[in-house]
């Protein structure tokens, strides 16, 4: 059905001029004066062109701005974001056209900052935010060891942190990898637990319960979350482990308050730089199209270029896919220049994969050697990707408690 668009057009009467005794003309009737009513969210002062929030926005909102636009156009079955059909085709003109942003209603507004706020989430809805927690709650169960869970409350929002192992045992702090969940990556070292206290936070602005909150992945918000969760442990120091993302959590702890790790670990880790474009392709284009196409041979291709295992478990492909679908995936990683790094002292581990397609060995190696004097340990793991296979994580787990000891 095609939409109807009503212009007022000018009248064509003549124009009558008015009569010479003006006191003649009818005096119109008082009227009461409306009551005034406040705004409580007023609209946002429109400048000429674009509203002012677009006119700086990034290329890359602006993309992600115009699929969720699309997606609302395809009806409600469809729908994630907060907007009809029509407000979608205003958002759309305001991406890119400056007519409609000067015609863009109080409420079209609203919906415009309401989107882009949600856009800046965590989550993409609210049953996004359910399918996360469903596979969180299976990969805990699935684990081999008993976890017990408690929330600390940081300066940058409340931490949900898993525990495991007996409560004497000397600290390690594990943190998992982004756009993933918690369990997923404590399984990985859940052999440690039988020596060690296994503190394993979920991190803020990532899959979990932890606050929604996103930091600046480059600035002191991940060392001061990571010292006020230690305060909150009453853990003075202690041994980390970082995986991918984590990697990159441990290199911030290390540039705002190095005296607080005792030694090092860093598995696949961010923060060193990324692999060759053609590399990361072949897992961000497959999951991209999967994330609005839903097929699962979409899946299955991003899966086997980034998964050493051919078959990863139910666990494994239950998250990455809800995490591809529902969670506005994080594409910056926390990272610290050699200069940050100077007074980072204590021993550190690195173990990267052999045909990792986001932290290749030739990227991450020469720059950690560089920025980590006190790097003591370098392995490279033949023929694993990011995720690594079950034997490869226990050829990790087992070589750690080594490395602790020395």
Not at 79 to 106: D, Y
Not at 128 to 145: F, M, N, P, Q, S
Not at 201 to 222: F, L, W
Not at 225 to 242: C, E, K, N, S
């Amino acid at each position: 059905m095609r939409a109807v668009r009503w212009v007022r057009r000018p009248s064509r009467r003549p124009v009558r001029s008015p009569p010479a005794d003006a006191s003649a003309l009818p005096t119109p009737p008082p009227t009461a004066p409306l009551p005034y009513r406040p705004l409580t969210d007023p609209p946002v002062p429109l400048t000429r062109g674009r509203p002012p929030s677009t006119s700086v926005a990034p290329l890359l909102l602006r993309v992600r701005l115009v699929s969720a636009c699309l997606v609302s156009v395809k009806g409600p079955r469809r729908r994630s974001f907060p907007c009809s059909r029509g407000e979608s085709s205003v958002l759309f003109g305001c991406i890119f056209s400056r007519r409609k942003a000067r015609i863009m209603s109080p409420v079209g507004t609203f919906r415009y900052k309401l989107l882009v706020e949600c856009l800046m989430t965590l989550y993409r809805s609210s049953g996004g935010r359910r399918a996360l927690e469903k596979v969180y709650t299976a990969a805990v169960e699935a684990l081999d060891i008993e976890v017990d869970e408690r929330y600390v409350e940081t300066r940058h929002g409340q931490t949900h942190v898993l525990s495991a192992g007996p409560e004497n045992g000397a600290p390690v702090v594990v943190f998992h990898g982004g756009n993933a969940t918690n369990p997923l990556t404590l399984a990985w070292y859940s052999e440690l637990a039988d020596s060690y206290r296994l503190i394993a936070p979920d991190t803020i602005g990532q899959p979990g319960y932890s606050a929604e909150t996103r930091v600046d992945p480059t600035g002191d918000a991940y060392g001061e979350w990571v010292v006020d969760l230690l305060d909150a442990l009453d853990v003075q120091t202690a041994r980390m482990i970082g995986t991918s993302y984590g990697g990159g959590i441990i290199l911030r702890v290390a540039s705002v308050a190095p005296e607080r790790i005792d030694s090092a670990v860093l598995v696949v880790p961010a923060g060193f730089g990324t692999g060759p474009l053609v590399n990361m392709l072949k897992v961000g284009l497959p999951a991209i199209l999967y994330r609005f196409l839903g097929a699962e041979w979409l899946l299955e291709r991003s899966l086997t270029a980034m998964i050493t295992r051919s078959d990863p478990g139910p666990v494994v492909r239950d998250t990455v896919s809800a995490s591809l679908r529902y969670v506005n995936l994080e594409r910056e990683f926390p990272s610290a220049t050699a200069g940050e790094l100077g007074g980072f002292t204590a021993p550190v581990a690195l173990f990267v994969a052999e045909n990792d397609p986001f932290f290749p060995p030739e990227a991450v190696v020469p720059r950690a050697r560089s920025r980590l004097p006190n790097l003591v340990k370098t392995e490279i793991l033949d023929g694993e990707k990011h995720i690594l296979s079950p034997e490869a994580q226990e050829r990790v787990t087992t070589s750690i408690p080594s490395f602790f000891n020395e």
